[in-house]
C-alpha cells in the first residue's frame, strides 16, 4: 500500500523532494498515508497520543529517533519521525516511502542524560529554591537513589515524578517532621508518610514497629525505603508516570484536589525539561472527577479502581 501510494505521489509531484523548497529550511516534507494515524509525545506506544491525523497529512520532519516497533499491513518499522509542528512522533510505517527508515532525514540527537544517580546539583537545578537545606539532602541522597533503584524510577518521566512529588512532600529531607503535626502518626520523611494505616502495612513489609517506633520513618536508614514502599506497593505510580499523568499520580500520594495540584505538576515539568531538554505535550495536571477527594486511606485496590472509572490510561 504504502509503496503503491508514494509511486502514485511522484506522479502527482507531492512526494517529500518535491516539497522540500516549501518547508522550513531544517525540516523535510514527507507524506503520511491512512487514517486515524497518532502523533505521540515520544517514539513509543505508551507515550501519550498529542494529536489524531485524520487522513493523508504532509508532515514537515527534522530529524528521526528508533523507538517502539510498530507493524501494519505494510510491513514494520522501529522508527519514528519527528514533526516539530505537531509536537511529537509519528511512526514511520505510516509514512509513504518504501524504506522503513525514512532517507535523507538525520537521527535526533538526545540531551545527553544527567548520570543514573540524582545529585544535589541535579535537584538544585530542577527544584532552586524548592531545596532549603542542601547538606540535609546531600546525606539522605545515596539511600533515596537506592530506593529509585529498587522501585525501578529508572527513566526520565518516572525520575522527574517521583522527585517532583518528594521536594514537595519533604523538601528531599530524610528526616523531616511534617510542621505542627503533634498526631502519632503524622508526616514523616521522604514522602511524609501518615496515618496508621500507612505506618503498620509499612512496617509489616519491612519487618519493623513502625506503629511503636514511628520515627523510625524519618530515619536515614528507613526513610527512602518507605517512600519506594509506598510508591510500588502501597500504590502502583511508575504507570502513571509513564503516561505522563501528575494528576493521577497527585491523587495517588493521597490528599485532596486543589491549587498545590498544579504547583506539583509545575515541578513535574522542570523536572523533566531537566532531564530530557524539553517538556513534552500531553502532560495531564488535572484529576478525573473521583479522585478529587483524599484518597489516602483507599487500599491499593480501591483506588486503582477509582483510577480506572475515572478513564484508566487509554
Not at 500500500?1 to 525540516?27: D, E, F, H, K, W
Not at 521536594?167 to 520523611?189: A, F, Q
Request: glycine share 10%; charged share 15%; aromatic share 8%.
Amino acid at each position: 500500500m504504502r509503496r503503491l501510494l508514494t509511486a502514485l505521489l511522484a506522479c502527482i509531484g507531492i512526494i517529500a523532494t518535491a516539497l522540500v523548497a516549501a518547508s522550513p529550511a531544517y525540516a523535510t516534507v514527507f507524506q503520511t498515508y491512512g487514517s486515524g494515524v497518532n502523533v505521540r509525545a515520544d517514539a513509543y506506544l505508551s507515550s501519550p497520543v498529542v494529536t489524531t491525523l485524520p487522513g493523508p497529512t504532509s508532515v514537515d520532519v527534522d530529524c528521526q529517533k528508533e523507538g517502539d516497533l510498530v507493524s501494519n499491513s505494510d510491513g514494520s518499522s522501529r522508527w519514528w519521525a519527528h514533526v516539530p509542528a505537531l509536537g511529537g512522533y509519528v511512526t514511520v510505517v505510516y509514512v509513504a516511502i518504501p524504506e522503513d527508515k525514512l532517507p535523507g532525514v538525520p537521527e535526533c540527537d538526545d540531551p545527553e542524560p544527567p548520570g543514573e544517580d540524582v545529585t544535589l546539583a541535579d535537584v538544585q537545578a530542577m527544584f532552586g529554591s524548592r531545596i532549603v537545606n542542601p547538606s540535609i539532602v546531600q546525606t539522605g541522597l545515596p539511600s533515596l537513589n537506592q530506593a529509585m533503584r529498587d522501585a525501578n524510577i529508572n527513566t526520565p518521566y518516572r525520575k522527574a515524578a517521583f522527585l517532583a512529588t518528594l521536594v514537595h512532600e519533604s523538601r528531599l529531607e530524610y528526616n523531616i517532621r511534617e510542621i505542627g503535626d503533634t498526631r502519632p502518626y503524622g508526616g514523616r520523611g521522604f514522602i511524609q508518610l501518615t496515618g496508621d494505616f500507612n505506618y503498620g502495612p509499612a512496617g509489616q513489609y519491612f519487618g519493623i514497629d513502625l506503629l511503636g517506633n514511628p520515627d523510625l520513618a524519618m530515619s536515614l536508614q528507613w526513610s527512602a525505603p518507605i517512600a519506594r514502599w509506598y510508591w510500588t506497593v502501597a500504590r502502583n505510580i511508575n504507570p502513571y508516570a509513564d503516561a505522563l499523568d501528575m494528576g493521577r499520580v497527585n491523587a495517588a500520594i493521597g490528599y485532596p484536589a486543589g491549587t498545590e495540584d498544579q504547583r506539583r505538576c509545575d515541578s513535574f515539568k522542570n523536572a523533566i525539561r531537566y532531564f530530557t531538554g524539553s517538556v513534552p505535550s500531553g502532560i495531564i495536571c488535572t484529576r478525573p472527577a473521583p479522585l478529587a477527594g483524599d484518597t489516602s486511606q483507599l487500599t491499593r485496590t480501591q483506588f486503582d479502581t477509582l483510577a480506572k472509572n475515572g478513564g484508566g490510561l487509554g
